[in-house]
């Protein structure tokens, strides 16, 4: 199993990144899949998480009304839109799968990609 997140980079406060993650190796349709965070010096964070048929969604408060998770089924891909992007939201991104409801807890997710960078400039 794989989960290849893209699509961080440098970006100033206020701007917008969409982070992708493909998946692999698994039957994608029948896991939810969120997002977490982990900025330098603090613990991993959820972000968003979605259901495995895109019906249900959870956010954290810090990021409600910012970021929007979705999915693509058919191209096995969880995408994370941030919009009005702040300073404080600079950390690694992790996107992760599991086989329960969606979750916000990080210890219910079966599997984890390697991260990608998001550095927001103030």
């Known amino acids: 199993v794989q989960l290849q997140a893209s699509g961080g980079g440098l970006v100033q406060a206020g701007g917008s990144l969409r982070l992708s993650c493909a998946a692999s190796g698994l039957t994608f349709s029948s896991y939810a899949t969120g997002w977490f965070r982990q900025a330098p010096g603090k613990e991993r964070e959820f972000v968003a998480t979605?259901?495995?048929?895109?019906?249900?969604?959870i956010y954290a408060d810090s990021v409600k009304g910012r970021f929007t998770i979705s999915r693509d089924n058919a191209k096995n891909t969880v995408y994370l839109q941030m919009n009005s992007l702040k300073p404080e939201d600079t950390a690694v991104y992790y996107c992760?799968?599991?086989?329960?409801?969606?979750?916000?807890?990080?210890?219910?997710?079966?599997?984890w990609g390697q991260g990608t960078l998001v550095t927001v400039s103030s």
């Open positions: 992760a799968a599991t086989q329960s409801r969606n979750t916000v807890v990080a210890g219910m997710y079966d599997y």
């Open positions: 979605i259901s495995w048929s895109g019906g249900r969604t």
